[in-house]
């Protein structure tokens, strides 16, 4: 499902965006489930800014829908072929509500604090991103990259060893001088290695930004991920073929 120049793409940058993934009534059943949510539980009144909900992913069906009723899965899956993917067990919700004018100055890598119970940090293989409004210029509640920081973060924990990413608190060392705002539609889906640099931008528009995250992980991820830190393609086999 993916051309030479897209996995080139992906192994260059750490991202990749891919339109029209989800079809119309997949996206229109996840988008009134993110809309029943922002209902029931609102953030406080006349609320700026980011606004999250984290919910299991099997009390979630419409949501999962995304990631699962769509060529998504596929798409994710033949990224780290021959490694495979597990379904996860958490979707996030992210919506930032205009107006919310700072652009963020650097990014960051999830899941370090709080660490996992057994105190492994929160790593994973990639982001899968369900674009659920409108995201095509800048300014909208976009995600921001810094593109080519997965292989700056990889080098700096192989010389630093895996275990320092708890100490750098999200925030490993990387150039931040290019940032990247992913421009895209509803129905799109970004794909982005957990090593990518990134951050949610500002919304200066009339739109409430409506986002959909899945952090994907292989099976064997937990097993190996310190060897995945320090080595930004160790799990994206077809992504190394491809840049060889």
């Known amino acids: 499902m993916w051309d030479i120049e897209q996995l080139r793409r992906f192994g260059d940058d750490g991202y990749i965006v891919v339109r029209d993934v989800v079809p119309a009534d997949v996206l229109a059943a996840a988008t009134l489930r993110v809309d029943a949510l922002a209902r029931q539980r609102p953030p406080a009144p006349d609320h700026t800014g980011h606004h999250f909900y984290f919910e299991p992913g099997r009390r979630e069906p419409d949501l999962l829908g995304l990631l699962t009723g769509s060529p998504a899965w596929e798409l994710a899956a033949g990224l780290t072929a021959p490694r495979t993917l597990q379904v996860p067990d958490q979707v996030q919700v992210a919506l930032t509500y205009p107006p919310h004018p700072p652009r963020p100055g650097r990014g960051h890598i999830d899941g370090i604090s709080p660490p996992e119970p057994d105190g492994r940090p929160g790593t994973f293989t990639m982001l899968a991103g369900f674009i659920l409004s409108d995201q095509s210029e800048d300014d909208m509640g976009n995600l921001c990259v810094w593109p080519g920081s997965h292989r700056q973060i990889a080098s700096y924990f192989a010389k630093a060893g895996p275990d320092a990413i708890l100490a750098t608190g999200g925030y490993p060392p990387a150039d931040h001088d290019r940032?990247?705002?992913?421009?895209?539609?509803?129905?799109?889906?970004?794909?982005?290695?957990?090593?990518?640099?990134?951050?949610?931008?500002?919304?200066?528009?009339?739109?409430?930004?409506?986002?959909?995250?899945?952090?994907?992980?292989?099976?064997?991820?937990?097993?190996?991920?310190?060897?995945?830190?320090?080595?930004?393609?160790?799990?994206?086999?077809?992504?190394?073929?491809?840049?060889?």
């Open 179 to 244: 940032m990247v705002q992913v421009h895209a539609n509803p129905g799109d889906l970004v794909l982005a290695s957990y090593l990518l640099s990134h951050n949610i931008g500002a919304n200066t528009s009339a739109v409430l930004r409506k986002s959909v995250y899945f952090r994907l992980k292989t099976v064997s991820h937990d097993r190996s991920w310190r060897d995945y830190v320090q080595d930004e393609l160790y799990e994206f086999e077809p992504v190394r073929a491809a840049l060889s």
